[in-house]
């Protein structure tokens, strides 16, 4: 075989392979924070307004205590936690103001198409919400990049 045919064979057999393989979801990408000396991902998989409540205040603590560049702040909600970013969350607000102070909130896309398949109707959520297609794979994502991971 010539070189020129290696070449394409080489050539066909990555591009056979690329269009086999499976599609993998795209998760978000780690925060532009280049000067933040820590970093944290908060897990919110449960629907308990103290658990919101609480969430919410750590990640706020987290800001205040560190300078809001010093700290990157990354909220996952999945499951039941989504709930914390729907329209009418009492704590929108809140949620608001953090990701305006530079922390991300993110919404497992998973769990919404769940939502939407048991009840017929796509769940609404607030603009503010990062959409992810698998919540658990962004805590991975995060944890192996340094984040370190509370749940409360």
Request: glycine share 4%; charged share 20%.
């Amino acid at each position: 075989m010539t070189r020129c045919a290696s070449t394409h064979v080489v050539i066909a057999a990555l591009l056979i392979a690329t269009a086999t393989a499976p599609a993998r979801a795209q998760q978000a990408p780690l925060q532009d924070k280049p000067f933040a000396e820590h970093r944290i991902v908060l897990q919110l998989s449960d629907n308990d307004p103290r658990k919101q409540g609480m969430v919410i205040s750590i990640a706020n603590n987290l800001m205040k205590f560190y300078d809001p560049d010093k700290v990157a702040v990354e909220i996952v909600a999945f499951g039941p936690g989504i709930d914390l970013l729907k329209p009418d969350n009492p704590n929108r607000k809140l949620v608001e103001s953090l990701v305006a102070q530079g922390a991300r909130v993110d919404i497992c896309l998973n769990t919404v198409d769940t939502l939407e398949r048991e009840t017929g109707k796509r769940p609404e959520f607030i603009q503010a919400a990062t959409p992810v297609q698998v919540g658990v794979a962004q805590i991975l994502l995060l944890t192996e990049n340094g984040y370190t991971l509370v749940r409360p």
